[in-house]
Structures are given as C-alpha cells and as structure tokens.
C-alpha cells in the first residue's frame, strides 16, 4: 500500500516523532532514556513547527523504512544500508552532483552497495527538492508509441519534455542515457547530463548463443530510485534517492521483456528459432527464461553483483523469520514479492502476508509518477 502526501498538522508531526523516537531508543539501547530526547523534539515543534533528526536518528530511519518497504524482496540486509547525509543541501546543482556520487560510491567497482542519500527535508511553508526522475539512470525513448519506439518506451513522454527543454538528445540508440531531473528549493525544475563515469553497463550476451552480442543490449547496474519521499517520524524527505541491488528478473523479465519496456520476447524467440504461431507453443516462456539466463550470466561474467529470484526468495522468508524472532513483523505486497517468472517455483508463492503501511516508509507521494513522465516539465 502507498501512502499519498498529506498536509501534517504540528499534532500529528508530533506524534509520529514519539513513536519513532520510542523505536530509535528501543533499538538503539546505547542511546539511553529517551525522554529528554523527547522533550528537546516536543520544544522544537513548538518553537519552529518541525524539528531535526539527528544523525544517528536520520541513518537508523532510513535503514527502518527499508525494511518497512512491503514491496522490496532484498530487505535482509536492510541494516547495510549506507546513509549519505546531504540535508544541507537544497540546490538543484549540488543535488545533482551528489546524485551522480551516489552512483559511483554504490557501483562499487561493481560490488554494488545498498546506499541512500538524504537531502533537505520539507519545512513549514517552504517544500525541499525534488527528483523528478524516476530512478538516477534511465534509458530515452524516442517515439510516439511502443511499437515503434527507439529505446525505453516507458520514457518516451519524458524524453519528448527534456528534447522541447533543450536538450539535444544522445545518439538515437536504444540505451542512451537521459539527463537527471532536478528540483531545488525556490527553483524551477532543471536537467543535468548524466556523467558517463557514474554509470556501470553490462553488456547483455547469452552463454550459449554468441551472436546475442551483435544486438548490443546492455543495462546499468545500479538501480537508484530517485522520486519516492523517505519519511522518518513525520519528517518528509522528497529527495531521497536510494538503491540496493538488481533481482535479475527486474531486467530480463520486465526492463527488457515488457511490451511496454523494451518488449524483446519476440525477438529474442526468432533468434532461437521458436514457433510464434500459437501461444500454445509456449514461445514467450521458453524467450523469457532464456533471457533471464542471459542477465544473469552477463553481470557475473562481468562482476557486477545480482541476484537470482529463487536465492532472493529465500533471504526473503530468511529475513521474515529473523525478524520474527525480534519481535517485528515484516508487512509484504505479495504481487511485488512473489517474481514475474516461475513464481510457484519460489517458497515466497505459498503464504499470505499482511500489507499494512508503516509510519517510517519510503512512498510514492502526490504527482510523483506525473513528474516521472515529464509532464508539466515544458
């Protein structure tokens, strides 16, 4: 379930700010008697209408809303997160350059490390930055329709926005880069061209077919989401980009397969020379399998770290059990934890979960996907 912006009253704020603080002491013991905590934060609501974290509090809450995340599978390690705290920053210029940062420090030389990096919150009259973009690295989409769209189709609404702005797009492949979008306090939104040293590509090949390299499929190895709000105890931080590492599903299953991605099923069944005909010959399921075994195989050849959906499965139910024994429960979206291939195949297929929100969350707040799309960019 999301949880859609909302104006937070003083009351509210302050109420939210108790329960986490509770938690952060609960769970952080070292800290000690949380009342005088408590007290500072109720005098500082009442003297500015907000208060501020500190950063031990701002590091152990975005830890928290990971694994608060019902739709992520990856939260056993929610506790390696890396916060990067940037909260001095509002200007869509130095935003920028610290979300291109980002991207280096989390590729790792292509260990990939879960990282986050928190910039100005929302204050009093007066909202933080923005990210516009969906994620730090997207593909362009050049074209009116996905059948006939060069390059991500899902991208197309906000590449036709950035080409009006300005930008003289990249060379008309299907994997070019588009610029970061960035909002900064009192300003208008802005694009930055993505620096290609902070951007890791895999180049895609089969393990059994050689001539896969002619098409020049690749994807990037980091996926940074970029335009979802963190809120810790009634604080909102709406630029909050944040990454862990990739399922392969999430590229071989839907980047590149969905017909309104990249929708390479049937080339990629011709290539093996399956029978399109019918459905019945199950072409698109021999494809799919196929082309997950090729991401898969491609980020290991080339050392980038992935993960395969029936390993994730298990640290999935390994991570509910572990947290169980804490005493927390861990809310899912079973439409989201269950992978888009052999989805039986996996123990996550065969129980229920309890999707109720979090108070400590990362989520998708008003006009988020509209901004993602470019509109009312021009």
Known sequence: MEILQQRSTVTEVAEAAEEFIRLFHRENPEAGDPRP?????????????????????????????????NRCIGRLYWNSLRVRDRRELTDADEIAAECFEHLREATNGGRVRPTITVFAPDAPERPGPLIWSEQLVRYAGYGDHPSVTVGDARNAPLTRALLDLGWTGGAGSPFDLLPLVVQGVDDKPRWFDTPPDAVLEVPIEHPDEPGWADWGLRWHAVPAI?????????????????NGWYMGTEIGARNLADT????????????LG????SDRSLWKDRALVELNRAVLHSFDRAGVTIADHHTESRRFLAHMEREERKGREVGADWSWIVPPISGSATPVFHRTYDDSPSSTVYVHHDGARERAQGRDLV
């Open 226 to 242: 970029s335009n979802m709000c963190l809120e810790i105890g009634g604080i909102h931080y709406p630029a909050a980009p944040f």
């Open 37 to 69: 905590r408590l007290a500072a934060v109720r005098d500082e609501l009442a003297d500015t209408g907000t208060y501020r974290h500190t950063p031990q509090e701002l590091a152990h809450g975005a830890r928290v809303a990971w694994r608060n995340s």
């Open 260 to 271: 309104d991605r990249y929708n390479l099923l049937p080339a990629v069944a011709r290539r």
């Open 274 to 277: 399956l029978d399109l005909s």
